[in-house]
């Protein structure tokens, strides 16, 4: 099969949870299932531009138009090159791209895309951008061959508020290198002896919430902020304002093993994200086994399968939490347990690139044999049990 994937950053990743699924799909899926895989990358990204990335064709093409239309544009740049390339199938993500897929349509190029979270709901964007991001969902559910999400909330969601139809694939927070424990001497930390957040600093994460609860909380622990924003926003401002001695608001880490410390070594990990389904850093999260404390909202409580503490926008609610947490080192312990169980026994790589695998080789036969993507997808791909070692 020869696969495009169109919409992200490109690989090897180094920004996002999409660039992460689209590297770990695109050389899993060339690996272990002999498919013929091209991902289309943003150029500015990449100083080294090679034809290929570990078996996988790398398709470099401009990116212009700054946080508003870079993506956008990109991507229909992108699809109009893909039209030229007899692909047998092109995997989307990001259902802002769509209104942009006629011409694969008009080709019959069996289009999947993956719808991500409530992009409409970002508080980030204008007026006018939330009702394009709208439009362009809606454009979404219509266009597309078939869709995947990561979440059964949003599968449940495209189901009711458009009829349409798709397969659910989640990630794994299995990402990068080994801890590099040296990153804890480089930010002055020591295990244990953290509270951290790990979010791109946008209202819709919650990040100045989860700050003034700690403030309230009066507690010893240092709360520690990965992230930054693109561009600067009156919001990004008012949070990075906040470092001093009891939040360090450190920025970015892009290096895995630099993140994966944190994660592994934080004594527990606040999340705040609100819009966007099954979110890849409360992943990586349990994966470290750290004790997970998410916003109570529909997307988190599946992820966690509804077991360990969440918190509310209520006042107070969160800062009573943390007191409570953080004289209880046993709880703690607990919780980092029941996060990491569900991570490695629930969202798994190998599962992930064999759900994509039998999705893209059903889509591709019913197009070809004229029938039913809803028939042949009626039941799940994602099966996660059929990876576990005995015994679990």
Same mark, same amino acid.
């Given at each position: ?151 059964? +909330? ?8 458009? @009829? =349409? /139809?798709?397969?659910?694939? #989640? $990630? %794994?927070?299995? !990402? ?40 309230? +909380? ?8 990965? @992230? =930054? /924003?693109?561009?600067?926003? #009156? $919001? %990004?401002?008012? !949070? ?62 599946? !992820? ?89």
């Amino acid at each position: 099969m020869k696969l495009a994937i169109i919409g992200d950053r490109g690989i090897p990743a180094r920004y996002s949870g999409y660039s992460t699924l689209v590297e770990e799909l695109a050389v899993r899926l060339t690996r272990d299932y002999g498919m013929d895989v091209t991902v289309y990358c943003r150029n500015h990204y990449y100083d080294d531009r090679p034809r290929e990335y570990k078996g996988v064709h790398c398709v470099y093409l401009p990116a212009p138009g700054g946080k508003n239309f870079e993506s956008i544009i990109h991507s229909n740049l992108a699809m109009l090159h893909a039209v030229f390339r007899r692909y047998d199938l092109a995997f989307v993500v990001d259902p802002g791209n769509a209104p942009f897929a006629l011409p694969l349509v008009l080709r019959r190029v069996p289009t999947v895309f993956h719808t991500d979270g409530l992009g409409w709901k970002r508080q980030k964007w204008g007026r006018l951008q939330r009702r394009y991001y709208k439009f362009a969902e809606w454009v979404c559910a219509r266009l597309a061959t078939w869709l995947v999400t990561d979440s059964r +909330a949003m599968q449940e969601y495209y189901k009711e508020e458009y @009829g =349409a /139809a798709g397969s659910f694939i #989640p $990630y %794994s927070g299995e !990402v990068g290198q080994p801890p590099d424990q040296a990153c804890l001497e480089k930010y002055g930390l020591e295990r244990g002896g953290f509270y951290l957040v790990v979010a791109r600093v946008e209202p819709e994460n919650n990040i100045d919430l989860i700050i003034r609860e700690y403030r309230a +909380a009066n507690i010893r622990r240092p709360l520690v902020v990965v @992230g =930054a /924003a693109r561009y600067e926003t #009156p $919001y %990004s401002q008012h !949070v990075f304002a906040e470092d001093d001695g009891n939040v360090h608001c450190i920025g970015s880490v892009y290096e895995s093993c630099m993140l994966n410390a944190l994660y592994d070594n934080c004594y527990a990990y606040l999340h705040g994200h609100e819009v966007g389904g099954t979110n890849p850093s409360l992943l990586r999260a349990m994966q470290a086994g750290a004790a997970c404390v998410p916003l109570s909202v529909v997307f988190n409580h599946e !992820v966690m399968e509804g077991k360990g503490v969440f918190f509310s926008k209520e006042a107070g609610q969160l800062a009573t939490l943390l007191r409570r947490l953080d004289g209880n080192p046993e709880e703690v312990e607990a919780l980092g347990r029941i996060a990491q169980r569900r991570a490695t026994t629930f969202y798994r790589w190998d599962a992930v690139a064999a759900g994509y695998a039998e999705m893209f080789r059903k889509v591709v036969e019913a197009r070809r044999g004229h029938s039913s993507c809803k028939v042949l997808l009626s039941d799940e791909v994602y099966r996660p049990w059929e990876f576990l070692p005995s015994g679990q």
